[in-house]
């Protein structure tokens, strides 16, 4: 069947992207399935969560034994980020398609922009003696020691409150546009709390798998995942996620974000014309 083998190299290629850069998938996904075979946005979000488990899946198990992923960091997250992903997931079958396709655009658009733009943190400054050779600063209680045993070798984390909240749009946006919240979890890990982005983008897959299937068990009591389509999609997903992971350490950090921002403005336009089509 040509669009079962369509769909499974479109599959596959969106699961190379999707590990790479801890998307899920989905950020490719949905455009397919939409654009390229005239899927109804509801249905191609439905069956793009559930590739965003398969690429999750794929991927997490490499991530974690290469050592690349931080996982305290990433459950923490994820508590608020699967609240978000049970409320979305409510609400999306409330909304018109062409109010979810403009969200797509402008999250797209504002993700592409925050990547750009962002560079890597520089080291942390020795905390024995603080600039200006003053007295030592004040050590913040309880909720900043909780956050330094976020941290990770090489880097530390930042503005946590603000990361909780990135959090919960990330859940939302996951139920709503299929994406799996990589979209909002790797910029909100990398530009604001000051993670390095090969960790966020590892971290980001550990997370994906659990707030696609949050929302993923909604679309499916509301019949919004069609089996014919998924099954191929998804298997091309998982062998792309599968190949993405084992490759992303010999790909050079500006190439990666370069590929980011290029794909995200892309797919942006594409949606664009289709809500206002």
Partial sequence: MPDGLLLLGGGIAAGVFGSLLGLGGGILIV??????????LIKAVGVSLVCVIMTSGAAAGVYLER???NLRLGMTLELFTAIGALVGGLIAFLLPEHLL?????GLLVYTAATMARRREPAP???E???????EPAAVEPAASSFQETLSGPGYRIHRLGWGLVGSVVAGLASALLGIGGGLVKVPTMHAIMGVPLRVAT???????????????IIYLIRGG????VAAPTAIGVFIGASVGSRTAHRIRLGVLRGLFV???????WQMLQRAFA
């Avoid at 396709?101 to 655009?105: A, N, S, V």
């Avoid at 290029?262 to 942006?268: E, G, H, K, S």
Wanted: charged fraction near 5%; hydrophobic fraction near 50%; avoid cysteine.
């Fill in 262 to 268: 290029a794909i995200l403005l892309y797919t942006a």
């Fill in 225 to 228: 995942i069609d089996p014919f």
């Fill in 67 to 69: 050592r690349v992923a």
């Fill in 202 to 216: 590892a971290t980001s897959n550990l997370m994906i798998g659990i707030t696609a299937s949050a929302s993923a």
């Fill in 101 to 105: 396709e403009l969200i797509f655009t």
């Fill in 128 to 134: 024995d003696a603080p600039a200006g050779g003053g």
């Fill in 31 to 40: 455009p397919l399935l939409t654009l390229g075979f005239g899927l109804p």
């Fill in 124 to 126: 942390p400054a020795p």
